[in-house]
């Protein structure tokens, strides 16, 4: 099995890139595959004093920016590490591809490249959640912005067969992010999506508010990826908030300091179950391939994770089990 | 100044409305009608031992109960304590109206009896937020679920004003909450309202992501009451996630108990900064009087804060300052 990297894509790309990649081939003994600038990345190798033989590197010439408009680069730069990385995995049959860069490009590409699963008519971008019980599965957080329901009923199915196969969920219970819990509740798009998923043979149990998102109220969040890419921001927005605050507090007075620092295990603790970087990177649902997306700031860390997710989404066959579900999915009439 | 009062609204009402309306009479010296159930109100005057004349009561015979469909039983219960104290703000001329009651309900009796100011097609709910710098005001979060990008631009001029005569802001800047910050990004709808409101004659700073909503990057944030409503819900779980995990781990052993006792005070700095209620109600801009919601969970601190802000709303005649902005504002044309 091969994972092939984009290691140009990211904030503090290529160099946390190699690092997460490198710290992976040790801690998980995987195969990878480093598309990119291929001097920068044997500079990098060499810095890191890695010299063995799990890490190839795929030259590639052209980088997609972090804010270039997603379908113009894609169409434009056809030599870039993300398109070329994608067309080796499509080459490969198998394995897995990811990148920290420029999530639109990547979606775009990914749908254009691999094509999507049957039964899917657009992607969706998952990603695992902190709650006060176990993690929950969000999505779409932003691949999707002028959803339809059909297209969430699709992220249902998926997100069903990715939380029973990767989170190892029994019987995912799923839920549509809404203002409240009636059915009346919301925007006509979303009454119109709650009466698509009640009609399903899926494991729909209503409406979910922004305030239960990390309650652990169900299995799987579903959302167009506008509300999910809000949502998302918004809750890391907030956690800034609070650690600035504790931050601030912590360090006012000398005993705070010292009260702090005997507290420091447990603040480790606490920003670890919030971190995203531990959860890995966010699988793009929909594609005929395994393709992870790392956020543009990722740390060496996060890379690292992201690679083990893509190890065991790939080892699991995540997609087999998806268009297993799709394949059994029942789609109201009226929306056939 | 008569500030009216719905005694029969929020969770925990009557009790704590009228804890909140005692504890606001003796600190502001506000005159104060409540409506609802007169015995259950005297009954809990009287065990605050509240002899002053300084609240009145207006008897009500119905109650609008917090999952009622707004529209049906504002239509139905014409007796309501929200009804009626709606009206009652009419024939004064003058005054404020507070409810922690069924928002939509409040929203539909408040249009529908006070009617909107003139240049104003859709009332908004706006909030304060508190930011890593001073606090912001959002608006819409769930007044108007199904908005048109000149909704939002009616709410820039109104949150100006507000701004400005409210909060203390000399010149307020205002950005779209939007998922990038590039003029192309988002919904049709969002890329509408982006040029509706640059071509507008508003201080617009552009887009705003979620992750900034809380980092003070401007001093309005304007959104449809849909994606509002989430944001503000997401960030009140993500809080809430985030104090729990706190509490875990600092209970966790007797080095940590002991730790956080000697951070007590400056815990309680940090919840008291992310604390709604610090803030009062939240301002339903746009009807023609002044109208004020207090979240279903207001705690009697919350309702005394929110009264403080409706008395500091009706001294400073913000509708005033909002029929100002709202005659002075540029519509372009395509849209007028």
């Known amino acids: ?21 490198v710290a992976a081939v040790k801690e998980y003994g995987v195969d990878i595959i480093l598309t990119g600038d291929e001097t920068r990345i044997k500079g990098l190798l060499a810095r890191k004093h890695y010299t063995g ?23 434009k730069k056809r ?57 929950s599965l969000m999505v779409d957080v932003g691949a999707n912005i002028d959803a339809k329901p059909l297209h969430i009923l699709q992220y249902a199915a998926m997100a069903d067969a990715y939380s029973r196969s990767v989170l190892n969920k029994v019987k995912p ?30 494991n729909f149990i209503g409406n979910i508010e922004g305030k239960d998102l990390f309650a652990g ?8 990826g506008f509300v999910g890419n809000i949502a998302l921001k918004v809750s890391e927005g907030v956690a800034a908030l609070i650690y600035g605050l504790i931050k601030t507090e912590f360090t006012a007075t000398f005993m705070s300091m010292v009260a702090a620092f005997l507290l420091r295990s447990n603040l480790k603790r606490i920003r670890k179950a919030m971190d995203y970087s ?25 890379i690292k994770n992201a690679i083990r997710v893509a190890k ?18 029942k789609v109201p009439s009226q929306q056939a």
């Not at 897995?96 to 899917?120: E, H, K, R």
């Not at 065991?312 to 999915?329: Q, Y």
């Open 1 to 21: 099995m091969k994972i092939i990297i984009d290691a140009m894509g990211g904030d503090h790309a290529p160099e946390v890139v190699i690092e997460g990649a």
């Open 53 to 75: 033989d799990k890490i190839t590197i795929h030259p590639t010439t052209e980088i997609i920016g972090m804010s270039e408009p997603a379908a113009v680069s894609v169409r």
């Open 79 to 135: 030599h870039s590490s993300i398109s070329v990385g994608l067309n080796l995995l499509k080459e490969n049959g198998q394995g897995a591809f990811f990148s920290a860069g420029n999530t639109g490009a990547v979606v775009c590409a990914a749908t254009l490249t691999l094509g999507l699963l049957p039964g899917v008519e657009r992607p969706g971008i998952a990603i695992v959640c902190p709650t006060l019980k176990e993690v």
């Open 173 to 202: 219970t799923i839920g549509l992010l809404n203002i409240g819990e009636e059915a009346t509740k919301g925007t006509d798009f979303v009454k119109e999506t709650y009466n698509l998923l009640s009609q399903s043979n899926i």
């Open 217 to 224: 109220k169900c299995d799987i969040i579903l959302c167009d």
């Open 278 to 302: 531990e959860y890995g990177g966010a699988p793009l649902l929909g594609v005929n391939g395994i393709v992870i997306i790392g956020h543009g700031r990722s740390s060496s860390k996060a």
């Open 312 to 329: 065991e989404e790939v080892e699991r066959n995540v997609n087999a089990g998806m268009l297993d579900t799709l394949s059994k999915l």
